[in-house]
């Protein structure tokens, strides 16, 4: 069964159509890259899982069951936002969502619950390089690294599925390169399921496993909202180390083959 199920799913504001009869499966740990024309939609897709809007109409399930209307921390789904607050430490930033979520009443953790989310908190600091940072203030810290503060910050939810909207739009190419290593290598590690939307056709093929275009498929340039957009192509990817891992099993198997064929005590180098 796949985690994210689309069926038929429109979204309108009002007269204008702004999605239409999207169907999709997405299955655990797919990384989908989502790129499209600027207003066709790939925001309102992801506010619409996150469930911060509904669909007009069709299904949207999560494990097959149609997902609440309400955004919720249970349902595993967490939009990276730029939500670093600038009067909390680079530490408190990353801890702030469990504080919030563990005491709802006082915002705040204590004993042995906030010597355990701290412990969690510095080792996603590890794992984004900001440990030697954990003191300092957002405002004293590097564009990149403010983003890969917000990147821990969702991540210490730890989420199922992680969504992504345009996270490096801004970032120079050095920084960006080393945030697309960073994220694929969280991805991997918690096996998460990622939607990120990105304008950079380079940088969905890169990191995605699976790339959505958004498009209008049908157009009536007297009423611009009576159509909206739909995933015009859904294109898998190989990633290219399973690629290699493949070839390479199969000359194995292939030198293996040519080797059993050779006669008795013979032996061959390809
Ligand atoms: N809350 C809203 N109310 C009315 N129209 C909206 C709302 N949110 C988005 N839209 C419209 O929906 C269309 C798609 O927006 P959006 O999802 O942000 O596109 P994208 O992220 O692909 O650029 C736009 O025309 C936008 O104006
Ligand atoms: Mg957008």
Same mark, same amino acid.
């Given at each position: $069964?796949? @985690?994210?199920?689309?069926?038929?799913?429109?979204?309108?504001?009002?007269? +204008?159509?702004?999605?239409? /009869? $999207?169907?999709?499966?997405?299955?655990?740990?797919?990384?989908?890259?989502?790129?499209?024309?600027?207003?066709?939609?790939?925001?309102?897709? @992801?506010?619409?899982?996150?469930?911060?809007?509904? !669909?007009?109409?069709?299904?949207?399930?999560?494990?097959?069951?149609? $997902?609440?209307?309400?955004?919720?921390?249970? #349902?595993?789904?967490? =939009?990276?936002?730029?939500?670093? =607050?600038?009067?909390?430490?680079?530490?408190?930033?990353?801890?702030?969502?469990?504080?919030?979520?563990?005491? #709802?009443?006082?915002?705040?953790? =204590?004993?042995?619950?906030? /010597?355990?989310?701290?412990? *969690?908190?510095?080792?996603?600091?590890?794992?984004?390089?900001? %440990?030697?940072?954990?003191?300092?203030? !957002? %405002?004293?810290?590097?564009?990149?690294? *403010? +983003?890969?503060? &917000?990147?821990?910050?969702?991540? $210490?939810? #730890?989420?199922?599925?992680?969504?992504?909207?345009?996270?490096?739009? &801004?970032?120079?190419?050095?920084? /960006?390169?080393?945030?697309?290593?960073?994220?694929? +290598?969280?991805?991997?590690?918690?096996?998460?399921?990622?939607?990120?939307?990105?304008?950079?056709?380079?940088?969905?093929?890169?990191?995605?496993?699976?790339?959505?275009?958004?498009?209008?498929?049908?157009?009536?340039? *007297?009423?611009?909202?009576?159509?909206?957009?739909?995933?015009?192509?859904?294109? !898998?990817?190989?990633?290219?180390?399973?690629?290699?891992?493949?070839?390479?099993?199969?000359?194995?198997?292939?030198?293996?083959?040519? +080797?059993? %064929?050779?006669?008795?005590?013979? %032996?061959?180098?390809?």
């Amino acid at each position: $069964m796949s @985690l994210i199920t689309v069926r038929n799913l429109w979204k309108e504001y009002g007269e +204008q159509v702004v999605l239409e /009869r $999207m169907n999709l499966d997405i299955g655990e740990h797919e990384f989908c890259t989502l790129v499209g024309a600027s207003g066709c939609g790939k925001t309102t897709f @992801l506010r619409m899982l996150l469930g911060e809007e509904t !669909p007009s109409r069709g299904q949207l399930l999560l494990d097959g069951v149609p $997902m609440p209307n309400e955004p919720g921390p249970d #349902r595993g789904i967490v =939009f990276q936002r730029y939500s670093v =607050f600038p009067h909390l430490t680079v530490l408190g930033n990353v801890l702030i969502g469990l504080e919030l979520r563990g005491a #709802r009443l006082l915002g705040r953790l =204590f004993g042995r619950a906030r /010597r355990e989310a701290v412990r *969690q908190a510095e080792h996603m600091l590890d794992a984004v390089g900001l %440990s030697a940072h954990r003191n300092k203030y !957002p %405002s004293a810290l590097s564009g990149g690294m *403010q +983003q890969r503060l &917000a990147i821990a910050q969702a991540l $210490m939810m #730890r989420p199922r599925v992680l969504l992504l909207d345009e996270p490096f739009g &801004a970032l120079d190419p050095g920084i /960006r390169a080393d945030m697309h290593r960073l994220l694929r +290598q969280l991805w991997q590690q918690d096996r998460i399921t990622v939607f990120m939307v990105t304008h950079d056709i380079q940088e969905a093929f890169a990191l995605g496993t699976r790339v959505l275009v958004f498009d209008k498929v049908r157009l009536d340039t *007297q009423a611009p909202g009576a159509y909206g957009a739909t995933v015009t192509y859904d294109i !898998p990817l190989l990633r290219r180390s399973e690629h290699i891992t493949r070839e390479v099993e199969a000359t194995r198997r292939k030198t293996e083959r040519f +080797q059993h %064929s050779l006669p008795h005590g013979a %032996s061959a180098t390809l």
